[in-house]
């Protein structure tokens, strides 16, 4: 069992099983399991409502992207929500939307708006912005 960050919630389906065989080539339609979808390298793009700046929202955003092995960034919008761009595997990426819709956040966030597309190359660690 793989811990999960102490920032996410404790109710989040645990990660794909690292010792289960990696299924390459296969897409959703053609019968891939749930943990090689897990595994796939994706890029999310979240926009987080509410009172977010000033708070340390974009400290404890890229502590949680961290913990989860996530690269990417953190920054503020001047419209006063928080823009996360985040890479990595898909199940990292849904913990991270779960801790970001947790209520565990500093500040208060009423909304989380999420856009999926594909993983790009040349982004490494996790800043603030």
Not at 55 to 60: A, D
Not at 76 to 89: F, I, K, P, T
Not at 122 to 128: D, K, L, M, N, S
């Amino acid at each position: 069992m793989t811990e999960l960050p102490r920032h996410l919630p404790e109710s989040l389906p645990e990660p794909p099983d690292a010792a289960a065989p990696a299924q390459h080539g296969t897409s959703a339609g053609e019968g891939a399991s749930q943990s090689a979808l897990g595994d796939e390298q994706v890029r999310v793009t979240v926009w987080v409502r509410g009172r977010v700046q000033g708070v340390g929202f974009r400290w404890w955003t890229r502590s949680c992207a961290l913990e989860l092995g996530l690269s990417g960034w953190a920054r503020n919008l001047e419209d006063g929500r928080v823009e996360v761009v985040a890479q990595g595997s898909r199940a990292a990426g849904e913990a991270l939307l779960a801790a970001l819709r947790s209520g565990r956040t500093p500040g208060r966030v009423v909304g989380v708006t999420e856009r999926w597309s594909d993983f790009r190359d040349g982004i490494t660690g996790f800043v603030e912005r």
